[in-house]
């Protein structure tokens, strides 16, 4: 009795409590105060119908509460806080500090949607611990019990949550939304359970429920469950996968190309299927033809690299949009630059390779350099289609009206054509270089005709520069440069058999070239028209400065150059008043007073005058 009295009664021990306790007035009890988001009234009649945004809230309390950087323990303890707040302000306590009583809600309870929202925010609570568990689980395995146990808990909650809205209480929308949620955390159970036949019967009821919710409601609010449906996709394939379903692994590697990536619950189940793929594939692998020559590959690095390039190829080919063929392009390149790097192991181990031995039977280089060369001939390619890929962007977007910039945003300019025009050209220039190409003559005029066509590109955007700034005679040569490039990719077409299908068209370019050719001269004429017509009486150069004419109008170009005249310089001399001088002419006629009396005499020398200042004699 008498601990209690002081655990109790302890000032200490209340302070400490009202300080875990947020106060009456502070942002986290008043979110409570209010209903939560979905419909329903507060503290209806009996008669009133629930309502509660299940999906919504929770996507935007995991968006702002961690889960947008995957921080799954800041999101649990997001919805601690939560759940506490929430039984304080409904009066829903455990018992007391003391003691714990158990209590749950009942159908005779739900006059207010926010004990819909208590058994959500604790379902919510058991999966993301469960998810922090997963992430912690990939160094210490033991984890992986209580991670299914948190589960467990999530799917006891989502049912109870399912059971209460079957009351007549709740409004349709918010039934489906519960069986909905239900079956995906159950899908979720038994996924990381390895049951896939029942993980796969969940997921496609969760789909089929959100689907029927989409098309129900607006576009504009059918976009959540429209994600939710795109979200669990990759889980259905991957559970028909490993029931039996071959073509569904192909699906899964669609589906991560197109989104970059693999995302959720199955990430690292996928990644790892497709690498276990692609490792049994490449095992069968030994080989690789190339401009008429077989080229062994006995790089594992290398072989998954070449066997994942038409998938990613395929996938680029299926991109809609520009950023979707950008993050493709730039995982091709990155892949192919670690293949790069393995080959470069092997032939700084191999000492007699290094320089590109010549062998003397065959006279060409080493397979392994050659091996090198067909990596740097696929990086380079790469490069030059994605930097294609952002000009013909760039180029739509010039062919549109001009915009006002929005977000920061300037508006594309042909400026930042030539810069890509121009690496396009250095990429071109280094595949002329590689080993074992020097002598392939169909090749090298492949390239040669690939660097007129985007030398004629170049040329043309560096005469639109100049024809922003109104500089006609250089726009006018360089479109004259533009028109040879393009005969001459004519003419070698003409004569050999060179496929044109990868290069832009040269047709379109000759045509639009012509267009602009005669804009420019018109707009040269009607410059020079206006030149001659803003010459008037006023512009007549006189010699007066800027500061004499100040009051006149005149457009004088010297103005804005090094030899200005804004002033007379030097200026002039002018007659300018002396500065006066005082005398003090009352000062001659004042009589000063005499001042003898005051000065101290010279004391008189001699040996009277010694003898005296001794003895302290003053005359």
């Known amino acids: 009795m008498h601990r209690a009295a002081l655990v109790s009664g302890s000032p200490q021990c209340g302070k400490m409590a009202a300080e875990r306790q947020p106060a009456a007035g502070t942002e986290e009890n008043k979110e409570n105060e209010r209903p939560a988001t979905g419909g329903g009234k507060a503290a209806g009649s009996m008669g009133d119908t629930l309502g509660l945004e299940i999906l919504q809230i929770i996507k935007e309390s995991q968006q702002q509460h961690g889960m ?44 207010d949607n926010r004990y819909l929202l208590l058994i959500l925010i604790d379902a919510e609570r058991a999966w993301s611990y469960a998810m922090q568990l997963k992430m ?20 006891k909650h989502a049912e109870e949550l399912e059971r209460l809205c079957d009351s007549d209480r709740v409004d349709a929308k918010t039934k489906l939304e519960a069986q909905a949620y239900c079956a995906y955390l159950n899908g979720m159970l038994h996924f990381e359970q390895q049951h896939w036949d029942e993980a796969m019967k969940a997921f496609n009821k969760c789909k089929t429920i959100y689907e029927k919710l989409a098309s129900a409601l607006p576009e504009e609010q059918a976009v959540l469950y429209n994600q939710r449906v795109e979200e669990i996709s990759p889980n259905i394939r991957y559970c028909a996968y490993n029931i039996g379903d071959k073509t569904a692994m192909d699906e899964l590697m669609q589906m991560r190309l197109r989104s970059g990536g693999a995302e959720g619950l199955i990430a690292e189940k996928l990644e790892a299927l497709i690498s276990q793929t692609r490792a049994k594939q490449a095992a069968t692998m030994s080989e690789v033809e190339w401009r008429g020559r077989t080229i062994p590959v ?45 080959v470069r192991e ?70 930042d054509l030539i810069r890509l025009y121009e690496i396009i050209l250095q990429n071109l220039a280094e595949l002329t270089q590689l080993p074992g190409l020097e002598e392939d003559q169909s090749f090298q005029k492949e390239i040669a005709l690939k660097t007129l066509v985007y030398k004629a590109y170049r040329c043309f955007f560096i005469a639109q520069s100049y024809v922003l700034v109104k500089k006609w005679s250089e726009a006018l040569v360089l479109y004259d440069r533009v028109l040879k490039y393009a005969k001459e990719v004519q003419a070698q077409t003409g004569s050999s058999k060179i496929n044109m299908k990868d290069l832009p068209d040269v047709h379109e370019l000759i045509k639009q070239v012509n267009a602009e050719k005669y804009s420019l001269q018109a707009a040269a ?30 457009l004088d170009t010297s103005l804005v150059t090094k030899h200005a005249r804004l002033v007379h310089f030097p200026p002039d001399f002018h007659p300018l008043p002396c500065k006066p001088l005082f005398f003090d002419l009352a000062l001659n006629h004042v009589m000063l007073p005499s001042l003898e009396d005051k000065l101290e005499q010279k004391a008189k020398s001699g040996l009277t005058g010694y003898i005296k200042g001794i003895f302290g004699f003053r005359s």
């Open 136 to 155: 912690e689980a990939n160094t210490e395995p033991r984890k992986r019990f209580h991670l299914l146990s948190r589960l467990r808990k999530a799917v």
């Open 346 to 415: 092997e032939l700084r181990s191999e000492q007699r390779h290094r320089d590109a031995v010549i062998d003397g039977e065959t006279g060409k280089v080493s397979t392994l350099q050659y091996l090198h060369s067909y990596l740097s001939y696929i990086k380079l390619s790469t490069a030059i289609q994605r930097n294609e890929s952002m000009a013909s962007a760039l180029q739509k977007a010039l062919l549109r009206q001009p915009q006002a910039e929005e977000d920061g945003r300037r508006n594309p300019r042909p400026q």
């Open 68 to 111: 947008r950087h995957g921080d799954f323990q800041r999101y649990r303890g997001y919805c601690s806080r939560r759940l506490r707040r929430l039984r304080k302000t409904l009066g829903f306590k455990m018992g007391n500090r003391h003691k714990f009583t158990g209590k749950k809600v009942t159908v005779e309870m739900l006059s």
């Open 298 to 342: 006995k790089i594992d690095k290398v072989r998954i690299f070449l066997l994942g390039l038409s998938d990613t190829e395929a996938a680029i080919a299926q991109a809609q949009d520009e950023e979707t063929k950008e993050r493709l392009f730039e995982s091709v390149l990155s892949e192919c630059r670690d293949a790069i790097q393995g």
């Open 525 to 554: 004429i009607l410059d020079s028209t206006d030149v001659t017509e803003e010459t008037s009486p006023s512009q007549t150069k006189d010699n007066k400065p800027l500061s004499e004419r100040l009051d006149n109008f005149s």
